[in-house]
């Protein structure tokens, strides 16, 4: 039921400040948000590696001009530069939000986008590591899609991220499920209309369970992003029944989110990968995760309360 207004407040401006000019908001931030700087993130990437692998995600989106656009590029490169620099390339890649390299500028948004995106994976392949590209609400879904076809002719390693609630995507997982694909799937985060995407989580989760089958049973190379314990109950199965060894896909799960549980299944020798986000800019994304779970957002409540 609070679903969809904290989504509607994830994109306002005037709860924005009212969120993050609360004091004790930031606790709370903090549990999800590995970091302001790079600096503050490193020992935490560097602690996560020694069990599971990571991807590393500069917090923003929607930027507004092509200067923070060129930002977002410049914070990229830098951190890509320091993960080589570290030693961490092999088990630390980065996420990346088309929104936040340009993609929703009034003009030729996409062309920046993926001029932008081209240039951060330039950084990744210079040490070694790779990038995948989030995904947002489903008026960017053919947008972001097409900018990955064009990055993958230079750069096949690049994946994206597809968003089970949508009704396209399971022909989407058919169309990405060839050689080379990596596909992270995850259940979808934004407010979306029922014309496009299932509303229940029942219909959500069967979508799930349709696309991770399609891709398990492809050539590409699925990531199966869900905290949810049936889900990866069953992509465990799955694996089995399409005979992947434990080295032919990957669990994902969000910083701050199951970590009992991420080590639990690193321990099995399965991959696991953290989603790390880090940076000044996290409104958006700390208000989708208040809206995926109540528990959250009662806690968030108490300490408005008792400020
Ligand atoms: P579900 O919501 O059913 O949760 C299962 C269980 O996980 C809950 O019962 C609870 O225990 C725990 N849990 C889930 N969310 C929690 C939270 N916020 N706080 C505390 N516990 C929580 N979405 C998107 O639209 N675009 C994207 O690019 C991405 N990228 C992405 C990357 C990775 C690595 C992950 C794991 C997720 C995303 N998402 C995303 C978010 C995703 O769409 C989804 O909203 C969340 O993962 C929650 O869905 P679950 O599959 O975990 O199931």
Redesign the pocket.
């Known amino acids: 039921m609070l679903r969809t207004p904290l989504l509607i407040a994830a994109r306002s401006a005037r709860c924005r400040a009212l969120v993050e000019h609360t004091p004790l908001t930031r606790g709370l931030v903090d549990r999800f948000v590995a970091g302001e700087t790079l600096e503050e993130t490193m020992p935490v990437v560097t602690g996560l590696t020694r069990d599971r692998l990571v ?1 590393l995600d500069h917090l923003g989106e929607d930027v507004a001009d092509a200067t923070q656009a060129e930002a977002t590029v410049a914070a990229y490169t830098r951190l890509l530069a320091e993960l080589g620099r570290a030693g961490l390339a092999g088990r630390v890649e980065v ?1 990346v939000k088309l929104s936040a390299v340009g993609q929703a500028l009034p003009e030729d948004g996409e062309k920046i986008a993926l001029h932008n995106a081209r240039r951060i994976c330039e950084a990744a392949a210079e040490v070694g590591s790779t990038v995948t590209l ?3 609400d489903h008026t960017t879904t053919d947008s972001t899609l097409g900018v990955l076809r064009d990055l993958r002719v230079d750069f096949p390693w690049v994946g994206a ?1 597809l ?1 089970a609630y949508l009704r396209r995507t399971e022909a989407d997982c058919r169309d990405l499920a060839g050689p080379g694909s990596r596909v ?1 799937l ?5 407010d979306e209309p029922a014309s496009v995407a299932y509303r229940t ?1 029942a219909e959500v989760d069967l979508s ?1 369970v349709r696309c991770m089958r399609v891709l398990m049973a492809g050539d590409g190379y699925p990531m199966i ?4 314990p049936r ?1 990866v109950a069953i992509a465990g199965a799955l694996a089995a029944r399409y005979e992947r060894s434990p080295d032919d896909y990957e669990h ?3 910083f701050g ?2 970590d009992a549980e991420q080590r639990r299944i690193a321990a099995t020798g399965r991959r696991m ?1 953290v ?1 790390v986000p880090f940076g000044t800019e996290w409104y958006g994304y700390f208000m ?3 809206a ?2 109540p ?2 957002l009662a806690f968030f409540l108490r300490s408005l309360a008792g400020r």
Not at 186 to 190: E, R, T
Not at 225 to 228: E, F, G, L, Y
């Open positions: 991807t996420s989030d995904m947002e991220v968003q992270r995850c259940k979808g985060a934004y989580r799930y992003a869900s905290h949810d889900m994902q799960m969000l989110i199951r990968r989603y989708r995760r208040l995926e779970r528990a959250n």
